[in-house]
């Protein structure tokens, strides 16, 4: 059984920088596709960033360029460096795992080990 813990969200002005870090448990988080996700208040959960076996990485748009995504295999743990911030940014992030594969996927609805977040708030 796999357990994800997020870690490093604060609060932070525009235009600032937080790494998240998420610490995982068990064999499969170092083998499996796994990936960042944010969910604002009132909004649905939505993709940021996932990496596969391999290491092949994919981001979405409106973070491409800004956010990078990171893991440390000795660890067990994968980070997202997250620069020039934006208040959109706010939001709860969250990372997860496939259990029952190797790549990664934009839907949050193909992972199913969830952290229980961390709390990223940007400020004007």
């Known amino acids: 059984q796999v357990h994800l813990v997020e870690s490093g969200g604060g609060s932070v002005q525009a235009g600032g920088s937080l790494r998240l870090s998420c610490a995982a448990s068990g064999q499969l988080f170092s083998t499996n596709g796994k990936g960042w996700f944010r969910q604002a208040p009132g909004k649905e959960r939505e993709f940021v960033a996932a990496?596969?076996?391999?290491?092949?990485?994919v981001y979405a748009e409106s973070v491409e360029g800004r956010f990078t995504v990171s893991r440390d295999p000795a660890k067990n743990a994968m980070y997202l460096q997250m620069n020039s911030l934006k208040p959109e940014d706010t939001a709860v992030y969250y990372c997860?795992?496939?259990?029952?594969?190797?790549?990664?996927?934009?839907?949050?609805?193909?992972?199913?080990?969830w952290g229980p977040g961390t709390q990223v708030t940007v400020s004007t």
């Open positions: 990496i596969k076996w391999g290491g092949n990485i």
């Open positions: 997860a795992v496939r259990s029952r594969s190797y790549d990664h996927s934009r839907s949050p609805a193909d992972y199913d080990i």
